[in-house]
């Protein structure tokens, strides 16, 4: 059964960090191509970062350089460090393959951006 848990996330003011980890429990992780996603209040789940096996990875836009996503292919887990956070990303996060899995989505983790 798939199943991923994120954890991490929390109040921090803008400008602020946070480490966002995802447990996988997935067959084939190490092989797997794996994101970040995040969903706002009445927005669409849009996607925030990619990293593939080999640990290239890929972002949105609007987290370039900001964002560093990563993985532990020992431990089947993922990362996401954010750095300079802005209101507008208080969002609950999610992590899961790229393309995602569409039945096995966590909890996700929210992160709220405020002072």
């Known amino acids: 059964q798939v199943q991923f848990v994120e954890s991490g996330g929390g109040l921090v003011q803008p400008g602020g960090s946070l480490r966002l980890s995802c447990a996988a429990s997935?067959?084939?992780?190490?092989?797997?191509?794996m994101a970040w996603y995040r969903q706002a209040p009445g927005n669409q789940r849009e996607l925030v970062a990619v990293?593939?096996?080999?640990?290239?990875?890929n972002y949105a836009a609007f987290v370039k350089g900001r964002f560093t996503i990563s993985r532990d292919n020992a431990k089947n887990m993922l990362y996401l460090q954010m750095n300079s956070l802005k209101p507008d990303e208080s969002a609950v996060y999610y992590c899961?393959?790229?393309?995602?899995?569409?039945?096995?989505w966590g909890q996700g983790t929210q992160v709220t951006v405020s002072s």
């Open positions: 899961n393959q790229s393309p995602p899995l569409s039945n096995s």
């Open positions: 997935i067959s084939g992780f190490r092989s797997s191509v």
């Open positions: 990293v593939i096996p080999s640990a290239i990875t």
